[in-house]
């Protein structure tokens, strides 16, 4: 009983010592922990990391028992193993750091009247097309850019309109395969091809458009529409989850939701981007009028 009551007391000298600072501190470890952990589970890389701790405690071995030419050697191949783990996951981390980059802006927008149509004329066409079963997979595109996935479809650059998207999935259209990719409320290309997702969790019964779809949504920030072919069930994609079965008030709750923003509850990062976006435009409209000032 002394010894535990001297380990609590100890431990409790210990908290006691714990500032702001240090709390922070193993809140971001924890964190960074954390999302460590759900890296190597999204990208099923999880016997490279059992082999990674694997060398980890052949290193510890290495040095306790004053094994000095294994430990040499085994240190040497964990530099260059960093390295080649950079180079083997450089697709998983660029996407990784293009995902934190968007989570420092918001990735909602402003209410305007052009998002306010675009959400209404997607929510209405999803529900022509689920009563009707027609395959559908559309997109919004938030903070990461989107412009390698819109390469691989064509171009459209129109206004976002229930009679337009019904056009592009119906099953004679040459473009109805492939999925809508929604750009600052305008329908900015059709036919694109999506990355398919890696996970093994998925219900047998979700067929290569929801995988799509979940696919883009665990590499981006998008938000997915995915209408079944096979069901007409509607169904929403997001960090890599999928809520199935919506309805059309349900489906224009969550898209405002997510999309946009009230005036009323912006927030400073909010308003930042905004001006950011503002200052972007300008600069480029001002690029073009010089250069046809030069023509």
């Known amino acids: 009983m002394d010894t535990i009551a001297n380990l609590l007391s100890t431990a409790i000298s210990y908290i006691k010592t714990i500032g702001i600072a240090d709390a922070i501190d193993i809140i971001i470890v924890a964190y960074l922990i954390y999302k460590a952990i759900w890296f190597v589970r999204r990208t099923n890389s999880r016997n490279l990391a059992r082999g990674i701790m694997l060398l980890i405690v052949i290193l510890l071995l290495s040095y306790l028992l004053g094994l000095t030419m294994i ?119 059709a036919g694109c091809v999506l990355p398919l997702t890696q996970s093994r969790n998925l219900s047998k019964d979700l067929g290569m458009r929801h995988r799509a779809g979940i696919g883009l949504s665990e590499q981006s920030d998008a938000v997915v529409i995915i209408v079944s072919e096979e069901t007409g069930a509607i169904s929403l994609a997001l960090d890599g989850t999928l809520k199935r079965h919506l309805n059309g008030a349900t489906l224009t709750e969550l898209l405002h939701h997510e999309l946009v923003v009230d005036e009323e509850k912006k927030t400073w990062i909010d308003r930042v981007k905004e001006t950011l976006q503002h200052l972007w435009k300008r600069e480029q409209n001002g690029a073009e009028e010089t250069e046809n000032s030069d023509i």
């Open 71 to 189: 430990n040499f050697l085994l240190r040497r191949a964990m530099e260059l193993g960093l390295i080649a783990v950079v180079i083997l996951f450089q697709p998983e981390l660029r996407r990784a750091l293009e995902r934190f980059g968007s989570s420092l802006s918001s990735n909602r927008s402003i209410s305007t009247p052009e998002l306010e149509t675009a959400i209404s004329q997607v929510v209405q066409a999803c529900t022509d097309m689920s009563a009707s079963r027609t395959g559908a997979l559309l997109i919004f595109e938030r903070g990461v850019d989107l412009g390698s996935i819109m390469n691989t479809g064509t171009i459209v650059n129109a206004d976002v309109t229930t009679e337009l998207i019904k056009n592009l999935f119906y099953n004679k259209a040459p473009l109805h395969d492939g999925a809508v990719i929604i750009r600052e409320a305008r329908v900015a290309a």
